[in-house]
């Protein structure tokens, strides 16, 4: 089980190199288990004991299986991640022209490390909006291929450079894409409608805009002198996606479950589509009883937030509570925050520590140094939202933000056993 889940995330990074991407897998994913699409500006016709999802921009979604038993009496189960990662996202005019080379301006998104970006062999994905025939279009597009890379400068030009410098986003990331010769003009938005055209088959009028992302071409991979790792971008989040997706796509059809993961988690969730946005309350009283009720079955629900979590790192460890030090391999993490940078409580925490101790997975804590700052998750912004009783919980990872992080090999079958179990449990507390 362990090697078919871990090669299933590695195919599902490699489909899903933006949120976009992710949201499409997740669908096709939902819709071949027999869940049915939904569309929010449609009127929805629901049965009992039936089974749908929703988009929203094209890079959120909620999967919701209505499960036998009345959500009034059982509640419901609910787990949350995010699409998004920190990355760089071309500008709506990028086109430079600079010593003879074309190169692209981009922007910084979320609390990306920058300096892994470099020397890199990068390609190019995302959500392209088009004219044809009258008629406003998306598509998503992805080039596969290598096209660009951020050169680092040698260190003889550098001498500091391993002693740490600031990396200026607006002149030093502009990756670069080609030689131009004489007076050629690069046309950016005419490469897109080449591309559009190779992955479509369609014929756009014009590119009207564009939410591209580049990503790393190398594909994600166990390694390790025993195998006990996996490295790849975008473990946070989609780590979470995953494991959230094969345990409902596993769970008891007894049970009212629901998968949300939104976009936007890295700069801030405040979004149409993000978690401090209305998406799942407004998907959720569109399927649920109305009025008291509704206020009811919430009452007797639980999300589990499912984010990555710091693990320690043997380089780094005084960056750790001492105490509070998550292992790889060594399960799901609890995330306690008195600030509320984390929702969850003791009585949500017994209930997930109480969970993985009847289903044999090991589990640990993670509270950050009290001289150091805390980053959050969607687990108190949906609470919030929502009025959900909430525990944060992830995988220890190492290198997080990075453009490839590093996860445990043994923890996501961990994480999958412990979720497909919350969907099914009769009680919540």
């Given at each position: ?93 990028p086109e430079l022209q600079r010593q003879g080379f074309w190169q692209l301006g981009v922007e910084v998104y979320g609390g990306a490390l920058l300096a892994p970006w470099f020397d890199r062999d990068l390609s190019l994905a995302g959500r392209v909006t088009f004219s044809r025939d009258g008629r406003i279009e998306s598509r998503l597009i992805d080039f596969r291929q290598p096209i660009a890379v951020i050169p680092n400068l040698a260190i003889h030009l550098n001498r500091e ?269």
């Amino acid at each position: 089980m362990r090697d078919t889940l871990n090669q299933g995330l590695i195919d599902f990074l490699e489909a899903s190199p933006t949120p976009f991407h992710a949201t499409a897998s997740i669908a096709q994913r939902l819709q071949a288990a027999g869940y049915k699409p939904l569309d929010e500006r449609e009127s929805w016709h629901i049965q009992a004991g039936g089974r749908y999802y929703v988009t929203r921009n094209d890079s959120a979604i909620v999967a919701v299986q209505l499960g036998a038993q009345p959500a009034l009496e059982r509640g419901i189960r609910l787990v949350g991640a995010h699409t998004d990662s920190p990355c760089l996202r071309v500008k709506p005019h990028p086109e430079l022209q600079r010593q003879g080379f074309w190169q692209l301006g981009v922007e910084v998104y979320g609390g990306a490390l920058l300096a892994p970006w470099f020397d890199r062999d990068l390609s190019l994905a995302g959500r392209v909006t088009f004219s044809r025939d009258g008629r406003i279009e998306s598509r998503l597009i992805d080039f596969r291929q290598p096209i660009a890379v951020i050169p680092n400068l040698a260190i003889h030009l550098n001498r500091e450079a391993n002693q740490g410098w600031a990396i200026n986003a607006q002149n030093e990331l502009p990756p670069i894409l080609a030689q131009v010769a004489g007076a050629q003009t690069p046309d950016f938005r005419a490469l897109l409608a080449e591309q559009l055209n190779k992955e479509h088959d369609l014929v756009a009028d014009a590119v009207l805009d564009y939410e591209l992302s580049f990503y790393d071409t190398q594909q994600a991979a166990v390694i390790g002198l025993n195998q006990d790792f996996i490295a790849g971008a975008r473990l946070d989040n989609l780590l979470s996606c995953y494991a959230g997706l094969e345990a409902l796509l596993a769970t008891d059809p007894a049970q009212t479950c629901v998968l949300v993961c939104n976009d936007h988690e890295e700069v801030g969730s405040t979004s149409m589509c993000g978690a401090d946005g209305p998406f799942l309350e407004q998907v959720l009283r569109r399927l649920l009883p109305e009025g008291d009720d509704f206020v009811r079955i919430i009452n007797r629900s639980l999300l589990i937030s499912a984010d990555n979590a710091h693990a320690v790192h043997p380089n780094y460890a005084d960056r750790h509570d001492g105490n509070h030090g998550p292992k790889l391999n060594a399960g799901p993490v609890i995330k306690v925050n008195s600030n509320q940078r984390y929702a969850t409580n003791s009585e949500t925490a017994g209930f997930f520590r109480h969970l993985c101790v009847t289903e044999e997975v090991p589990v640990q804590s993670f509270v950050t140094r009290s001289d150091m700052g805390c980053g959050s998750t969607i687990g108190p912004i949906t609470a919030s939202q929502l009025g959900v009783r909430t525990v944060d919980i992830g995988l220890p990872t190492f290198a997080m933000h990075s453009i490839r992080e590093l996860a445990g090999s043994h923890d996501l079958a961990h994480l999958v056993k412990v979720l497909t179990a919350f969907y099914g449990s009769a009680e919540l507390p």
